[in-house]
């Protein structure tokens, strides 16, 4: 997990450095609570340390302007963990250059059912409720369209990532046949 939070800051500082404006990476699902509890503790606490990274040193974030957002089901991180995670939230929340999601927990399902739970809650009409509707209402609405998926591991499948996002027409995904930790910025220079 550390070496996969080490290529992921390489990457991101390549997609930054090309213009890339939005970035997303899922750092825990909701599922990994089911895990044994020692290496979800383990995973808390390097989560716990990376967030509070991002807004202490927070090169990354103040070298490229970059507006940190966790996106997932937040009521279910430990207190500590979200003190840490709005504290970040709020430090770069000005930051106007690029925006970096972290999936943190997160589920594509999930992000689809807390969609319709914000439209219910806000009493809109069946009748007025529509793709577009549904879709401002997701973690990821007030992002730009997804455009490109990268999903490493050499596995096909999505992970419950995204699902949404990544159904609608021109999006490419990218299925890589390295573990995330292997991939690094010279792959992600060839997908871009």
Known sequence: HEAGYMSMSKVLELCY??????????AFSIENF??????????????????????????????YGIRVKVIGDLTLLPKDIYKEVKRTTDLTKNNTRATLNICFPYTG??????????????D?????????????HLYTGDSPPLDLLVRTSGVSRLSDFMLWQASNKGVVIELIDRLWPEFGPLNMAWIL
């Open 34 to 63: 089911k895990r044994r509890s020692l290496e979800v503790d383990n995973l808390m606490q390097l989560a716990r340390e990376r967030i509070r990274q991002l807004a202490d040193k927070g090169e990354l974030a103040e070298k």
């Open 109 to 122: 399902r999930e992000e689809i059912f807390h969609s319709v739970k914000e439209l219910i809650s806000e």
């Open 124 to 136: 809109v009409p069946i009748d007025s409720i529509n793709e577009i509707c549904l879709e401002k």
């Open 17 to 26: 450095q090309a213009g890339v404006d939005t970035a997303t990476v899922f």
